[in-house]
């Protein structure tokens, strides 16, 4: 997009401090999800084929470059920051962006927190909670062995359990998702959920999205959560919570398990209307919605002559192009994606 459709005026607010992000639904951007690589150790099947292609290292930003973007949208008024990939912990030396952003909080940054798969929490998890991370969502979509190596191709089930432990152990708070897979992991949810919350967890179930090509045909494996809930409901007392946390899950809480369940249904409900937030990728593409195909190049701006100037300027225009909600559906056999872009490279 040429210059012309640059709003100048919003770059600078009247008390001369750089203007906060609106979207052009008057949506105020306040939240970052960051993508710091596409690459993981894992393989989980909804997610990305076996042999996936990475991108070349030298398409990916630098960690200098990562921290000056993040700044970028800090003095924007982003809050919160959520570091995430592909999976985050297996880029060498993320731990220093992480120290290095930690020192922004109470400057401009709020929260800083990631999402990981948690096969090396164990590793770095006291790193972590050291640099400024209170709460770290894990994804862990079952407790079996076997079936957690089917799914992720990977036998990392005890890592990944010893991580969520260090992470305790580290005073981080743990939030489990579970992506909900009819056939794959249905009938362990209701055990998954009461044994995250007897360690003291939350748990967020999210409906599969179709993000990327991947061997199968998600349809397959797609579970409405309407239906999780009504099963859960059998056994269970749910009473709706009315915390919102600014995101799409929306809450319950489970009388007898005394825990609390968040359920994200981008393709049964949207609640893109109070979106808050914006994704780049580890290659600088800024994503303002996770199901467009609507994109601004960062990575152009930063490393241009002038990366403040155009970082800011390229954050305009993704205000002005930020759409007002995802159409994912989910009702066609061997469909297309929504979008070919893998959640791995987005970000999740
Ligand atoms: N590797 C890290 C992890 O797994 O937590 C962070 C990145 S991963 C892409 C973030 C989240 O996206 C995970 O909870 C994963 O289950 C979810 N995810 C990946 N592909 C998805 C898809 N097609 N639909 C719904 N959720 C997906
Ligand atoms: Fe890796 Fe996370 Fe994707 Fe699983 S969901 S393959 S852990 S990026």
């Given at each position: 997009m040429s210059d012309v459709s640059i709003r100048k005026p919003d770059l600078i607010a009247v008390d001369g401090t750089p203007a906060p992000l609106v979207d052009s639904f008057k949506r105020r951007i306040t939240y970052l999800r960051l993508s710091?690589?596409?690459?993981?150790?894992?393989?989980?099947s909804y997610c990305m084929p076996e042999r996936m292609t990475f991108l070349p290292k030298k398409e990916v930003l630098t960690l200098e470059e990562l921290f000056e973007l993040a700044t970028g949208f800090i003095d924007r008024g982003v809050d919160k920051i959520r570091i995430t990939g592909g999976?985050?912990?297996?880029?060498?030396?993320?731990i220093d962006l992480f120290e290095a952003l930690g020192r922004r909080l109470g400057h401009g940054l709020r929260e800083l927190t990631l999402t990981t798969n948690a096969t090396q929490l164990a590793d770095h998890a006291d790193a972590l909670a050291k640099a400024g991370v209170r709460r770290v969502n894990i994804s862990l979509d079952t407790l079996d062995r076997d079936k957690f190596a089917e799914l992720?191709?990977?036998?990392a089930l005890p890592q990944v359990l010893d991580g969520i432990r260090a992470a305790s152990e580290a005073g981080l708070k743990v939030k489990l998702n579970a992506v909900a897979l009819k056939d794959i992991n249905e009938h362990e949810l209701p055990d998954l959920i009461a044994w995250a919350h007897g360690q003291g967890h939350e748990v967020t179930l999210i409906e599969v999205m179709p993000l990327g090509e991947v061997e199968e045909d998600r349809l397959d494996h797609f579970l409405p959560l309407s239906e999780v809930r009504q099963r859960l409901e059998k056994s269970w007392t749910l009473t709706d919570n009315?915390?919102?946390?600014?995101?799409p899950a929306r809450y319950t809480d489970i009388a007898e398990t005394g825990g609390r369940l968040g359920m994200i249904t981008p393709l049964t409900n949207?609640?893109?209307?109070g979106c808050n937030r914006l994704r780049v990728t580890a290659t600088g593409q800024l994503y303002?919605?996770?199901?467009?195909s609507e994109r601004v190049d960062l990575r152009g701006a930063l490393r241009s002559d002038q990366p403040q100037v155009n970082l800011a300027k390229a954050l305009d225009e993704a205000m002005t192009i930020k759409p007002e909600r995802h159409h994912f559906?989910?009702?066609?056999?061997?469909?297309?994606?929504?979008?070919?872009?893998?959640m791995s490279m987005t970000g999740g």
């Amino acid at each position: 997009m040429s210059d012309v459709s640059i709003r100048k005026p919003d770059l600078i607010a009247v008390d001369g401090t750089p203007a906060p992000l609106v979207d052009s639904f008057k949506r105020r951007i306040t939240y970052l999800r960051l993508s710091v690589t596409d690459r993981c150790d894992l393989r989980c099947s909804y997610c990305m084929p076996e042999r996936m292609t990475f991108l070349p290292k030298k398409e990916v930003l630098t960690l200098e470059e990562l921290f000056e973007l993040a700044t970028g949208f800090i003095d924007r008024g982003v809050d919160k920051i959520r570091i995430t990939g592909g999976e985050p912990l297996v880029r060498r030396d993320i731990i220093d962006l992480f120290e290095a952003l930690g020192r922004r909080l109470g400057h401009g940054l709020r929260e800083l927190t990631l999402t990981t798969n948690a096969t090396q929490l164990a590793d770095h998890a006291d790193a972590l909670a050291k640099a400024g991370v209170r709460r770290v969502n894990i994804s862990l979509d079952t407790l079996d062995r076997d079936k957690f190596a089917e799914l992720t191709r990977r036998d990392a089930l005890p890592q990944v359990l010893d991580g969520i432990r260090a992470a305790s152990e580290a005073g981080l708070k743990v939030k489990l998702n579970a992506v909900a897979l009819k056939d794959i992991n249905e009938h362990e949810l209701p055990d998954l959920i009461a044994w995250a919350h007897g360690q003291g967890h939350e748990v967020t179930l999210i409906e599969v999205m179709p993000l990327g090509e991947v061997e199968e045909d998600r349809l397959d494996h797609f579970l409405p959560l309407s239906e999780v809930r009504q099963r859960l409901e059998k056994s269970w007392t749910l009473t709706d919570n009315d915390a919102n946390t600014g995101g799409p899950a929306r809450y319950t809480d489970i009388a007898e398990t005394g825990g609390r369940l968040g359920m994200i249904t981008p393709l049964t409900n949207n609640f893109c209307a109070g979106c808050n937030r914006l994704r780049v990728t580890a290659t600088g593409q800024l994503y303002p919605c996770l199901g467009g195909s609507e994109r601004v190049d960062l990575r152009g701006a930063l490393r241009s002559d002038q990366p403040q100037v155009n970082l800011a300027k390229a954050l305009d225009e993704a205000m002005t192009i930020k759409p007002e909600r995802h159409h994912f559906r989910m009702d066609e056999r061997g469909a297309e994606p929504a979008q070919p872009r893998h959640m791995s490279m987005t970000g999740g």
